[in-house]
């Protein structure tokens, strides 16, 4: 998108957070919220510090995400006050406020050093990483649960603005994928295709959204695997990615799986099915469709896939009930995104309410019904995992499941396919790129 038109959207979504603030705050009896930037933490012992990003709730408003010790005061009818902090400093680059139209918003104070500001009198919160003796000095509620979960709901339902940076931050994570994948083909190690996916995505290791995950062969069975070897496999069968990008902010998470030289046959059947899937489950979504079941289809078309490849001996429905499904892929079918890579408010009601995973599904993030606005991923998932399975091995069950073939599809590790998705007024709007 050209700059001037992101400025334009950018002023809009400025001006709905105003209005909305307003409205949340009357509503909770506060003059007004001190939004914290955060900052990062030395590890023990260590004057090294761990990698930061900023508090959701700041960048919702400031699109930086590793601006340190700065504050944002936030009044209904009074314009925002951000106070910038910029060190003096000659051991460090000190940030300075980007030329950008956005920055006319506020009313800035530049500090040089780390601290609170003070709070004219009235009744105000504070929102953050804050403790609770920084709290006290400014007199202010610290992080109350009711205005942070109805804040939380202002970033449920993303403005325009919102949804051209998640979708600018997909077009740079897939540049990442492509050439992550092209690695892979010419056959090197998972670091290498990490270190390829940076390059091509245009960001370094610690501006990433989330740890990316790069696993070759078994460990693409690993969910969250955190490692990169540095060597080739000797034989190649599968490669998964799941990497990210920040844009302004606003995160991507794209997962791709591919087969490699020595990948069987059945398991690049199996991609393509899991791709289908998953097309599939993307062209149903629309407003006030559960997310729930969209979550619980997944498993009955999972369960006719195992059928259908000759895995499971049992009927769709059979391998559903018998929990073999749950087996194959335990995690979710997706979650909110936004300023977060796992979004706020996915387990609650639009009132507040908790709206917790059922308990045969614990792992669901996204439990609420689908609203326009909305952005969330879908990403069904087919893994062989060897803890999950060897339970059901020597039960009934086990009788349902061709051992043989999961054998021979052990070393391939698993399948995860995720795309980021609006939600729109009369369907649903793919962010992330074709393949």
């Known amino acids: 998108m050209k700059t001037a038109a992101l400025a334009s959207l950018h002023r809009e979504h400025l001006a709905a957070l105003d209005h909305a603030y307003e409205r949340v705050l009357n509503e909770h009896g506060y003059t007004g919220v001190l939004l914290y930037s955060g900052h990062a933490h030395e590890h023990f012992g260590d004057d090294q510090t761990a990698s930061f990003t900023g508090y959701g709730h700041f960048m919702h408003w400031v699109p930086l995400a590793v601006i340190e010790h700065s504050w944002l005061l936030i009044r209904p009818g009074q314009r925002p006050l951000l106070y910038w902090h910029a060190p003096q400093d000659f051991w460090h680059l000190p940030p300075e406020l980007p030329d950008e139209p956005w920055v006319k918003h506020f009313t800035v104070e530049l500090t040089t050093e780390p601290g609170s500001p003070s709070l004219p009198k009235g009744r105000f919160a504070v929102l953050g990483d804050v403790d609770s003796e920084t709290a006290a000095k400014l007199g202010a509620e610290l992080n109350p649960e009711a205005l942070t979960v109805a804040l939380d709901e202002l970033r449920v339902r993303k403005t325009p603005y919102e949804v051209a940076c998640l979708r600018e931050a997909n077009t740079c994570a897939f540049a990442g994928h492509l050439a992550a994948r092209e690695a892979f083909d010419a056959g090197e190690a998972e670091l290498d295709i990490q270190l390829a996916y940076l390059a091509a995505s245009r960001q370094r290791e610690s501006a990433v959204p989330y740890q990316n995950i790069v696993g070759i062969n078994r460990h693409a069975g690993v969910l969250h695997y955190q490692h990169y070897d540095i060597q080739p496999p000797q034989n190649q069968c599968s490669l998964l990615v799941d990497a990210g990008h920040r844009y302004r902010g606003y995160c991507a ?183």
Do not use: K
Request: charged share 20%; hydrophobic share 40%.
């Open 253 to 435: 998470d794209i997962t791709r799986t591919w087969p490699g030289r020595e990948s069987s046959e059945h398991f690049s059947a199996l991609i393509e099915g899991v791709s289908s899937l998953q097309r599939r489950l993307i062209e149903s979504l629309a407003p006030g469709h559960s997310y729930l079941t969209m979550h619980e289809r997944m498993h009955r078309e999972l369960g006719e896939l195992l059928a259908g490849h000759e895995i499971v001996y049992c009927s769709a429905d059979a391998a559903v009930a018998q929990g073999i499904t749950r087996a194959f892929c335990p995690h979710g079918l997706g979650h909110l995104l936004g300023l977060q890579v796992h979004d706020v408010a996915g387990r609650r009601r639009a009132d507040g309410t908790p709206l917790p995973a059922p308990a045969n599904h614990p792992a669901l993030r996204l439990t609420r019904e689908l609203e326009a606005g909305m952005v969330l991923t879908v990403e069904p998932g087919f893994y062989v995992i060897p803890m999950l399975l060897a339970p059901l091995h020597d039960n009934a069950t086990g009788r349902d499941i061709n051992w043989a073939l999961v054998e021979e599809l052990a070393p391939h590790g698993g399948i995860r396919i995720e795309d980021n998705v609006a939600i729109t007024p009369d369907g649903h709007d793919n962010l992330t790129p074709g393949d």
